[in-house]
């Protein structure tokens, strides 16, 4: 019986003390921090962990510089808080970086106010990353030279954090740690209709893939469902004070554009902060921040050619860059927290991504407004407190429940690893050894991994071409990660599909075979599925939408 076959049987048949409707970044550290701690938890998602605004961020783990101009000091405090705190956990995941913003002429700021910008937010990071350095135009070339320095007065570097695989990925290990601690966790499962009656909610919910209908039983709702949170409530009824105002923002992944491994900041040509940013063999470049109406949303023309506009006119290219060169793109709506006070015209360009908790406590019914990664570890923590005081017992409630495994498991690991001689056994073009990723990717389950590889040699072998994944991994996901779409692997579990062109993943030997490995006899019905998703893609072709208005977020 497959991982999620079983879950889905344990979802029909358990009473919860918790379910949590939505598999993003929020909704997996609630899974995480509750299961860890004692409490019975269900989770659904109608897509995929992490299949919207999580997986669509600029990968970035960072204290919320931005909001000094807007004299936000007490978030910037809390958020580089939880930037260093993320650092010390996750020290193979979330890792400084160095950021190299070009200030241009007549830019609002006179560069030296930027440099004491960064200097104040040094300070309030804790002096835990490097000092910041300002520079001329000529020093700024010297150091990197494909920023364009026609129109530039200075640069200032300073150091902030980035997710070296990518969020999806992160946030899909949060949903993995829970299922560890006994969660019955769904992808592709969609809740229709939850009802409050005699001290419990009703969940009827239908699995999208077999199209039965599923009854769930939870003491405690948490709604983690992101820019769907208050179409979610209601419909069950729930008065909240906080609702969302939606900002669409889009990325661009093109071929490596710097050999650098530091991210570019600009200013846009509406002002905002915009950012090319290293992604392994390639460059993710944007970002735009459209306020939009709808959750739903897909890159329109008018996003792709500013995002190319800007990068053309900022960088120092060979020729500029074109439709052509787009190997993959990222859209993704923020959920911005407003109070229900407030009506469509709040100033949403000045929103914070701060989150918010409403609570129901008769109902014991949660719902999560708002909120970025940088955050998450307060989330989770936030959502036991209160768990705890509706009546509902985490009988380890100092469990810790988040980083990585204890160094005594990781020494183990690349004892065996360096036995195996893995770093020297495996071919691929990444600088970076073999064991630091597998280790960074699935922590103490590496170990099985190194297994898999001593019985059977080709789980050493990559499998597709460029990707830089071997064959045991996937042998792995087919087991551990609940894969139900070849979407699901190529695109969140892993990176794949954001940078291997799509022809050329199209025709990559491996693909067929790892769909074998993945859905077995249904092989050719999901990657027929999968060819077909990516053929009417919207996003490799120009949209019908209205250009839309791009404008600055403080």
């Not at 590889?453 to 792995?476: C, K």
């Given at each position: ?228 949170a208050d179409k979610i409530n209601q419909g069950s009824g729930q008065n909240t004070r906080h609702r969302h105002l939606f900002s669409k923002g889009i990325h661009l992944i093109v071929e490596r554009l710097t050999d650098s491994n530091r991210i570019l900041t600009f200013f846009a040509s509406d002002g905002r902060l915009f950012f090319v940013i290293p992604m392994g063999p390639k460059t993710c470049i944007g970002t735009t921040d459209t306020q939009v ?262």
């Amino acid at each position: 019986m497959s991982l999620r076959s079983r879950n889905i049987g344990r979802l029909q048949s358990g009473q919860f003390d918790v379910l949590i409707l939505g598999g993003g970044i929020n909704g997996a550290v609630s899974a995480a921090a509750l299961a860890a701690r004692g409490a019975r938890v269900a989770l659904i998602d109608r897509g995929d962990f992490a299949g919207e605004t999580s997986s669509n961020s600029s990968n970035l783990a960072w204290g919320g510089i931005k909001y000094l101009e807007s004299g936000e000091y007490l978030l910037v405090n809390k958020l580089c808080r939880s930037r260093n705190q993320l650092m010390r956990a996750y020290p193979s995941t979330v890792r400084e970086i160095r950021f190299l913003a070009s200030v241009e002429n007549g830019f609002r700021k006179p560069p030296w106010m930027l440099y004491a910008g960064t200097l104040l937010y040094w300070l309030f990071g804790r002096g835990k990353t490097r000092l910041p350095e300002i520079m001329g135009p000529s020093r700024l070339k010297a150091r990197e030279p494909v920023i364009n320095t026609a129109a530039t007065q200075a640069g200032v570097e300073y150091s902030d954090c980035y997710l070296y695989d990518n969020d999806a990925r992160f946030t899909f290990n949060f949903i993995r740690s829970a299922m560890d601690y006994d969660a019955s966790a769904a992808n592709y499962v969609e809740c229709q209709e939850l009802t409050w009656t005699d001290g419990f909610w009703h969940a009827r919910a239908q699995d999208l893939e077999s199209g039965n209908t599923l009854q769930i039983k939870a003491k405690a709702v948490i709604n983690a469902c992101g820019p769907w949170a208050d179409k979610i409530n209601q419909g069950s009824g729930q008065n909240t004070r906080h609702r969302h105002l939606f900002s669409k923002g889009i990325h661009l992944i093109v071929e490596r554009l710097t050999d650098s491994n530091r991210i570019l900041t600009f200013f846009a040509s509406d002002g905002r902060l915009f950012f090319v940013i290293p992604m392994g063999p390639k460059t993710c470049i944007g970002t735009t921040d459209t306020q939009v109406e709808s959750a739903e949303a897909q890159v329109s023309e008018a996003d792709r050619q500013f995002v190319l506009d800007n990068a053309n006119a900022l960088l120092n290219l060979p020729r500029p860059l074109t439709r052509e060169d787009i190997i993959a793109e990222r859209c993704g709506v923020r959920p911005l927290a407003v109070s229900n006070g407030e009506g469509k015209q709040a100033d949403w360009v000045k929103l914070s991504r701060k989150h918010a908790i409403d609570v129901n406590e008769q109902q014991r019914h949660l719902s999560i407004f708002g909120g970025k990664l940088t955050d998450c570890i307060n989330v989770g923590e936030e959502i036991c407190e209160i768990i705890s005081k509706l009546d509902i017992d985490l009988p380890y409630a100092q469990r810790i429940w988040y980083g990585e495994p204890h160094k005594s498991v990781y020494a183990e690991y690349l004892h065996q690893a360096r036995l195996m001689n893995l770093d020297g056994m495996t071919p691929g073009s990444s600088s970076e050894k073999l064991t630091s990723r597998l280790w960074r990717r699935y922590g103490a389950s590496s170990l099985e991994l190194l297994e898999g590889i001593r019985e059977n040699p080709s789980w050493g072998e990559l499998l597709i071409d460029n990707a830089e994944y071997l064959r045991g991994e996937v042998e792995m996901a087919a087991r551990r990660e609940m894969v139900t779409r070849l979407d699901d692997f190529l695109r969140r579990r892993s990176k794949i599909a954001q940078v291997v062109p799509k022809d050329a993943l199209r025709d990559a030997p491996g693909l067929r075979e790892a769909c074998v490995i993945l859905f077995g006899d249904r092989a050719e019905e999901k990657l027929a599925e999968y060819l077909q998703s990516q053929s009417s893609e919207p996003a490799s072709k120009p949209t019908n939408a209205e250009p839309s208005t791009t404008e600055p977020n403080g």
